[in-house]
Nanobody
Framework: QLQLVESGGALVQPGGSLRLSCAAS????????IGWFRQAPGKEREGVSC????????NYVDSVKGRFTISRDNAKNRVYLQMNSLKPEDTAVYYC????????????????????WGQGTQVTVSS
């Protein structure tokens, strides 16, 4: 069973940066597309970014383009979300999720596409 654990969430001031990490155990991530999602209190879950299994394709929600960067290190079985120029509206619990994709360049910001989910890490952007 693929298990995902997020880390790196924290309280940060507006304009600051954080790097979230998604670590996998049980299986290698090399055949899995990974998505980052977030959910703020009282709001629906939102797809933030996603990356294909080999890292050839990536996608971002418009609100984070130019500020967030997704990357992966398959040798370390980890996927990262570098978040710069953070805004209060980025405050949420951030989740990583995985979908078996083999060698395809599958990417999706739709949460229902993903089977495996982590427990989440809290990101709070506030002065």
């Amino acid at each position: 069973q693929l298990q995902l654990v997020e880390s790196g969430g924290a309280l940060v001031q507006p304009g600051g940066s954080l790097r979230l990490s998604c670590a996998a155990s049980g299986y290698t991530l090399i055949n899995y597309a990974i998505g980052w999602f977030r959910q703020a209190p009282g709001k629906e879950r939102e797809g933030v970014s996603c990356i294909s299994s080999r890292g050839r394709s990536a996608n971002y929600v418009d609100s984070v383009k130019g500020r967030f960067t997704i990357s992966r290190d398959n040798a370390k079985n980890r996927v990262y979300l570098q978040m710069n120029s953070l805004k209060p509206e980025d405050t949420a619990v951030y989740y990583c999720a995985a979908k078996f994709a083999g060698l395809t360049d599958f990417v999706s910001l739709t949460g229902d596409e993903y089977r495996y989910w982590g427990q989440g890490t809290q990101v709070t952007v506030s002065s």
